[in-house]
């Protein structure tokens, strides 16, 4: 996505957000942080972009989100499993009501047969209520594959993850 495409994005996410009253997080991990810099390159994001987690090694996933230590052990960062617990975690350490966390494999290093460079997890979570009025969240995950460097990995993802929050995000 370009420049100008991703500006669109953030721009319609922002609209989407500040008519229904709500605010973002992001929980990053193979992008570093660029997520939240996309949403705060617009002027007036903070009236909807909640927070930013740059959680980049395993203990900071662990630390700042609460993912379970044993729980990267068990299915590695780059997974469906720690993506979804990146995702709650921000919005469980935060006063957001929807989230977005990626954890990949940006290289060019670190790839293997399984896990191949390009590989990234994406989860999203949302507050919701449940048919008692209670409180409770709803996470989505889902595993992508972006061909080619480091830096066209991270901007696809950049990309996926904002395009996500936005389709989530239904008009009133």
Request: with cysteine.
């Amino acid at each position: 996505m370009d420049t100008h495409s991703l500006h669109v994005t953030v721009e319609a996410l922002a609209s989407l957000l500040l008519a229904r009253g709500q605010m973002l997080a992001t929980a990053e991990s193979c992008t570093g942080g660029l997520i939240a810099a996309s949403c705060t390159e617009l002027a007036g994001s903070s009236a909807w972009f909640e927070r930013g987690f740059v959680t980049y090694s395993n203990e900071a996933k662990t630390e700042l989100l609460g993912v379970p230590a044993e729980l990267i052990a068990r299915h590695g960062a780059v997974s469906e499993e720690v993506a979804r617990a990146m995702a709650s975690g921000a919005l469980r350490h935060s006063r957001a009501d929807i989230a977005v966390a990626v954890t990949g494999i940006a290289g060019p290093t670190g790839g293997s047969d399984a896990k191949p460079v390009g590989t990234v997890w994406l989860a999203w979570a949302q507050r919701a209520e449940d048919d008692d009025g209670r409180a409770t969240m709803a996470v989505h995950a889902e595993k992508v594959w972006f061909p080619g460097a480091r830096q066209a990995v991270r901007g696809a993802t950049v990309a996926r993850a904002l395009a996500g929050v936005r389709n989530r995000l239904v008009p009133l």
